[in-house]
Protein backbone atom coordinates (compact mmCIF):
# COMPACT_ATOMS: atom_id res chain seq x y z
CA UNK A 1 0.00 0.00 0.00
CA UNK A 2 2.42 2.34 1.06
CA UNK A 3 4.75 1.92 -3.05
CA UNK A 4 1.14 2.96 -3.81
CA UNK A 5 0.09 5.90 -2.75
CA UNK A 6 3.99 7.55 -3.68
CA UNK A 7 3.26 7.11 -7.28
CA UNK A 8 -0.37 8.93 -6.41
CA UNK A 9 -0.26 12.89 -7.70
CA UNK A 10 -3.71 15.31 -7.40
CA UNK A 11 -4.12 17.73 -9.69
CA UNK A 12 -7.26 20.14 -11.23
CA UNK A 13 -7.77 19.53 -15.07
CA UNK A 14 -10.05 22.00 -17.52
CA UNK A 15 -12.18 21.81 -20.52
CA UNK A 16 -12.53 24.88 -21.78
CA UNK A 17 -14.81 23.90 -24.67
CA UNK A 18 -17.56 22.05 -22.59
CA UNK A 19 -16.73 24.91 -19.27
CA UNK A 20 -16.49 22.14 -16.97
CA UNK A 21 -13.35 21.21 -14.22
CA UNK A 22 -12.38 17.98 -12.48
CA UNK A 23 -10.13 17.20 -9.35
CA UNK A 24 -8.53 14.42 -9.96
CA UNK A 25 -6.12 11.76 -8.13
CA UNK A 26 -3.72 10.75 -11.26
CA UNK A 27 -2.09 7.13 -10.54
CA UNK A 28 -0.28 6.10 -13.06
CA UNK A 29 -2.16 8.04 -16.03
CA UNK A 30 -5.09 7.28 -14.89
CA UNK A 31 -6.81 9.99 -13.53
CA UNK A 32 -9.88 9.72 -11.16
CA UNK A 33 -12.32 12.17 -10.61
CA UNK A 34 -15.83 13.67 -11.50
CA UNK A 35 -16.38 16.16 -13.48
CA UNK A 36 -18.20 19.14 -12.73
CA UNK A 37 -19.66 22.29 -14.17
CA UNK A 38 -17.50 25.42 -13.93
CA UNK A 39 -19.10 28.50 -12.05
CA UNK A 40 -19.66 31.37 -14.17
CA UNK A 41 -16.72 32.79 -15.25
CA UNK A 42 -16.44 36.85 -16.14
CA UNK A 43 -12.96 37.10 -16.82
CA UNK A 44 -9.29 35.47 -17.10
CA UNK A 45 -7.24 37.25 -15.33
CA UNK A 46 -3.08 37.62 -15.32
CA UNK A 47 -1.66 39.38 -12.42
CA UNK A 48 2.27 40.02 -10.87
CA UNK A 49 2.28 38.56 -7.27
CA UNK A 50 4.93 38.53 -5.02
CA UNK A 51 5.64 37.47 -1.68
CA UNK A 52 8.98 37.02 0.44
CA UNK A 53 10.14 33.86 1.66
CA UNK A 54 12.17 33.76 4.92
CA UNK A 55 14.55 30.25 5.34
CA UNK A 56 17.18 29.81 7.88
CA UNK A 57 20.22 27.65 7.36
CA UNK A 58 23.71 27.77 8.88
CA UNK A 59 24.40 30.94 8.05
CA UNK A 60 21.21 32.63 10.00
CA UNK A 61 17.59 34.27 8.51
CA UNK A 62 17.53 34.80 4.62
CA UNK A 63 14.89 36.46 3.08
CA UNK A 64 13.91 36.45 -0.83
CA UNK A 65 11.33 37.61 -2.87
CA UNK A 66 9.57 35.22 -4.69
CA UNK A 67 8.10 37.32 -7.69
CA UNK A 68 5.67 35.38 -10.04
CA UNK A 69 2.82 35.91 -12.75
CA UNK A 70 -0.70 34.21 -11.80
CA UNK A 71 -3.13 33.20 -14.37
CA UNK A 72 -6.74 32.84 -13.12
CA UNK A 73 -10.07 32.60 -14.16
CA UNK A 74 -11.97 35.47 -12.30
CA UNK A 75 -15.19 33.80 -10.74
CA UNK A 76 -19.07 35.95 -10.92
CA UNK A 77 -20.39 37.06 -7.52
CA UNK A 78 -17.11 35.94 -6.00
CA UNK A 79 -13.68 37.95 -4.67
CA UNK A 80 -11.69 34.60 -5.19
CA UNK A 81 -10.40 33.52 -8.26
CA UNK A 82 -9.19 30.31 -9.65
CA UNK A 83 -5.86 29.68 -10.12
CA UNK A 84 -4.91 27.88 -13.28
CA UNK A 85 -0.83 28.55 -13.31
CA UNK A 86 1.82 30.35 -12.31
CA UNK A 87 4.65 31.10 -14.40
CA UNK A 88 8.10 32.45 -14.08
CA UNK A 89 8.32 36.46 -14.71
CA UNK A 90 10.84 35.50 -17.80
CA UNK A 91 7.60 33.48 -19.59
CA UNK A 92 5.30 36.57 -19.96
CA UNK A 93 4.62 36.28 -23.21
CA UNK A 94 3.73 32.65 -22.80
CA UNK A 95 1.46 33.69 -20.00
CA UNK A 96 -0.07 36.10 -22.15
CA UNK A 97 -1.16 33.85 -25.04
CA UNK A 98 -2.08 31.58 -22.82
CA UNK A 99 -4.43 33.61 -20.79
CA UNK A 100 -6.00 35.18 -24.75
CA UNK A 101 -6.54 31.70 -25.83
CA UNK A 102 -8.40 30.77 -22.79
CA UNK A 103 -10.62 34.20 -22.50
CA UNK A 104 -11.29 33.56 -26.24
CA UNK A 105 -12.46 30.08 -25.76
CA UNK A 106 -14.30 31.15 -22.37
CA UNK A 107 -15.49 34.60 -24.34
CA UNK A 108 -14.70 36.52 -21.81
CA UNK A 109 -12.53 39.72 -21.62
CA UNK A 110 -8.74 39.61 -20.58
CA UNK A 111 -7.72 41.79 -18.06
CA UNK A 112 -3.47 42.07 -17.17
CA UNK A 113 -1.89 43.45 -13.58
CA UNK A 114 1.66 43.17 -14.22
CA UNK A 115 4.69 45.40 -13.63
CA UNK A 116 7.33 46.85 -16.33
Known amino acids: ?10 GIDFNFHCKRYRLYTDLHRWKIGAWKQMPTIVGVTIKYLAD ?13 KNARL ?4 SVANSSQGIIIQQF ?3 EKKFALTT ?10 PLATFMCA
Open 1 to 10: MAVCTAFLHE
Open 52 to 64: FVTTEDETGLRTD
Open 70 to 73: ILML
Open 88 to 90: DLT
Open 99 to 108: GARIAAILQV
